[in-house]
């Protein structure tokens, strides 16, 4: 559905996007994480046509976002970070109007009706935009982006500025959108691009970093384990003095906010071949009750660091 091939973007002779390239199939959730300033904002303009690449091949449903913008604009719902809205329309004037200048023709109506449905506005169709809180006013963006029915939806920084209700309302939505949609989503709540995408692009400096699922990401970065385990009399055992005395543990910490009945620990060990069956046997060998002992996999915000950092 989108292919970029070497595209680059230069402000003057600030270089915002450097050679960056990428495929995205039909029907993807992709996830476009970056610090402030890695480009994620500019590669999102380019691929709606709002500024051309300096240089590089865009091509989106098969078309050219040069030779063809008009054909490519017509694939993509766009949600940019400041929402363009008429303040002194109501909802679904806005969303008429918007499909008028999309030539939406007669269907206009029917289609209007059929967006504040899914994004939960009928309440508000007839309040004025202005009246509206932040959260209403992203749905009401929202509905704007879907409204032509595109095959590409692109929505930068969705939740950003909403209250917490709202967010979760909002990501519930846009997981709903994902599945009829080929979705690109750029945001900083990392948690968020986890629940709703299945591929994450991560651009720093420019350039993209990395590409992959949060959970190959993990493994491929992991250059430790970590574990979290839970026990019964581990204090009364010596617990930490024990596993701090094997080599491969790297270090052993306690896990706060537990009830008095269990004690639970993080173990964080070198890249060793099962750890978890070698601290469960030297638990077991001493007496310590063992209820729970898993892995855990690098965060999102962990891998986010690691390839951003300097």
């Not at 490519?72 to 008028?100: A, C, F, H, N, Q």
């Not at 007669?106 to 967006?115: A, Q, S």
């Not at 959970?215 to 250059?223: A, F, H, K, P, V």
Request: charged share 25%.
């Amino acid at each position: 559905m989108i292919n970029i091939s070497k595209m680059s973007k230069y402000y003057g002779e600030y270089p915002a996007v450097i050679d960056v390239s990428f495929n995205i199939a039909k029907g993807e959730s992709i996830g476009l994480l970056g610090p402030n300033g890695a480009g994620k904002s500019t590669t999102m303009k380019v691929m709606t046509g709002y500024t051309p690449p300096t240089s590089g091949n865009v091509n989106i449903g098969g078309y050219d976002i040069i030779k063809n913008s008009i054909d490519v604009r017509k694939l993509i719902g766009y949600l940019p970070e400041s929402v363009p809205l008429y303040t002194d329309m109501t909802v679904k004037e806005y969303l008429s109007y918007m499909g008028s200048l999309r030539g939406m023709g007669k269907n206009i109506l029917n289609r209007v009706d059929e967006v504040i449905d899914l994004t939960s506005l009928n309440q508000y169709k007839n309040v004025l935009i202005s009246k509206l809180s932040k959260g209403y006013r992203q749905r009401t963006g929202i509905a704007q982006a879907i409204l032509h029915k595109p095959k590409v939806l692109i929505l930068d920084e969705p939740t950003i500025g909403i209250d917490p209700v709202q967010v979760v309302e909002t990501r519930k939505l846009i997981q709903n959108l994902g599945e009829e949609h080929t979705l690109i989503l750029s945001s900083h709540i990392l948690p968020e691009v986890t629940s709703i995408c299945n591929r994450v692009l991560v651009i720093h400096e420019g350039k993209i970093v990395a590409d992959d699922t949060p959970e190959n990401l993990s493994n491929r970065l992991q250059t430790s384990n970590l574990c979290e385990i839970k026990v019964k009399n581990g204090k009364s055992n010596g617990i930490i003095k024990l596993l701090r005395n094997e080599e491969y543990i790297v270090d052993i910490r306690t896990k706060d906010g537990e009830n008095d009945e269990f004690e639970s620990y993080y173990i964080e060990t070198s890249s060793v071949k099962n750890p978890e069956s070698l601290i469960s046997k030297i638990l077991i060998n001493n007496n310590i009750e063992l209820f729970k002992l898993s892995s855990l996999p690098l965060t999102l915000e962990e891998i986010f660091l690691q390839l951003t950092k300097d």
